[in-house]
């Protein structure tokens, strides 16, 4: 993992605009990864987890059964605060 060892985690309250995005996103990137993904029930439970405060290692731990070789990349770049992340929060913190 990242040098934070996984401590960083997302507590968020998500504004309704910014659900429907960060979903999309989420999305996206799962196509981008995984190339013949169109299951919306994993774009939603990455939103949950996000909004129920995981830490990188434990959404790490939660999502490998769905993501197998593509997990690693794909927490990564979930919690890398990509730059747009921070506009779909009505408020954020990031919490070590």
Do not use: Q
């Amino acid at each position: 993992m990242d040098d934070d060892g996984g401590e960083r985690t997302f507590k968020a309250n998500f504004t309704g605009e910014g659900v429907r995005l960060l979903r999309a996103r989420v999305k996206e990137k799962l196509r981008e990864l995984m190339g013949d993904y169109s299951d919306d029930t994993l774009a939603e439970y990455v939103v949950v987890l996000l909004r129920n405060g995981r830490r990188k290692d434990e959404a790490a731990k939660e999502l490998e059964v769905f993501l197998s070789d593509n997990n690693e990349a794909f927490v990564s770049w979930l919690f890398s605060c990509h730059p747009n992340f921070s506009k779909l929060f009505l408020t954020m913190r990031i919490l070590f």
